[in-house]
DNA sequence: CGTCTATTTGAATGTACTCAAAAGCGGTGG
DNA sequence: CCACCGCTTTTGAGTACATTCAAATAGACG
């Protein structure tokens, strides 16, 4: 009952954008690779060549990066109907400086480089797919890049809190507070801050 | 001597990920606008619903916004052989919130929604086009979003430096601090540290 | 040349960080 | 099922990064 659902969902996201018949259904799951990884462990670590996009099915992913004073800075958490990865590492085949995190356990779906290139020449409607899911995640990352110069923490903290109750509850505020870019300390404040009005 | 070195841009732009005869470009070429602005003209105002995706010339484009404090937050410098536009409205066709201003005198061709659907209908293969131009955007916004949470502003401004020195040589200190989300006077005082060493 | 805007400089303030220590909570083994 | 261990969260004091406001200076454009 768990590995057919894994494939409704993909589909159900790949066909937001276009439409697939059978054969193209077919085409498209034998091109994707299922994994999974329990809590704590990792997907990805920097250096690597990121081999796949993934697609999560089931838990959550950390996608996060050390500075040099060794401080995380998560670039993303990817839940159920995510897709995430190191872009680019991926596209350029270059060593990743990102490691990817499983908060929970975890299952996914992977798409490999050679698949993924394989994908657009037997069935080129996916350039069409990936075209939307890029154009999406581009106004979702202006706006973020936007915020991140803009607004105080607080204002970033209650954004992130209206548009992602669902992940926010299932997080840490240690690692709530590496997305945001603060201090877990000042998060902590920021809070109690909150709660007093 | 002008207006076909335009077309060669920009189809060399296009040829980066895909090869077009001349068929198709000269189709290409037919769904194209022809759009100029004088320095300090607006291109576009928040409010309206974007038509266009523009692709500069010539000239140098600021897109931004204004904050509650009235305080301008710039999204991108735009300079020849960049794409740039509110991509947000011109998807949704939903009101934008952005300005472009024209730096300079500036020349640049645009494509309606319309006609960039059209585009996509005609030929496909612009899908492919798009699909890799938004993956390199966002490898792009994906580090700047980054490092606009884990990076000092006197570290963003030295990367800028490196990144962009032909447009960092082009636009106000002004304009420049508003793009890295700090005071003019704050980058004024980062300039007179960073000289005296 | 004059005017308008950009840039510089400085003092006072606010936002966010560092370091330290205590309190809370969750998972694991006995 | 309880007790312990390790990690997360809280709290607080002192500090660094960045802003605000004000005023002087420099530059650019008409």
Redesign the pocket.
């Known amino acids: 009952m768990d590995a057919p659902y894994k494939y409704d969902l993909i589909l159900k996201n790949v066909g937001r954008f276009i439409e697939l018949n059978d054969s193209e259904k077919d085409l498209f799951k034998s091109l994707l690779t299922e994994g999974s990884a329990k809590r704590k462990e990792f997907v990805m670590q920097p250096g690597e060549i990121t081999k796949h996009e993934y697609y999560v099915t089931k838990g959550c992913l950390k996608v996060y990066s050390l500075d040099r ?1 060794g ?1 995380q800075h998560v670039s993303m958490f990817a839940i159920e109907d995510f897709w995430t990865g190191d872009m680019a590492s991926f596209m350029l085949q270059q060593p990743s400086t990102y490691y990817i995190k499983a908060l929970e356990d975890t299952e996914f779906l992977m798409i490999s480089k050679s698949n993924f290139e394989r994908l657009f020449k037997e069935i080129p409607k996916f350039e069409r797919f990936y075209r939307n899911l890029y154009q999406r995640s581009l106004v979702s990352y202006v706006r973020r890049t936007n915020e991140g110069i803009s607004l ?3 204002e970033r903290y209650e954004i992130f809190l209206n548009k992602y109750p669902h992940i926010a509850n299932r997080i ?4 709530l507070a590496a997305y945001l ?9 920021i ?2 801050k909150m709660s007093k009005r």
């Open positions: 004073n401080v105080t923490a607080e840490t505020q240690k690692d870019g603060i201090t877990p300390e000042f998060l902590s404040m809070r109690s």
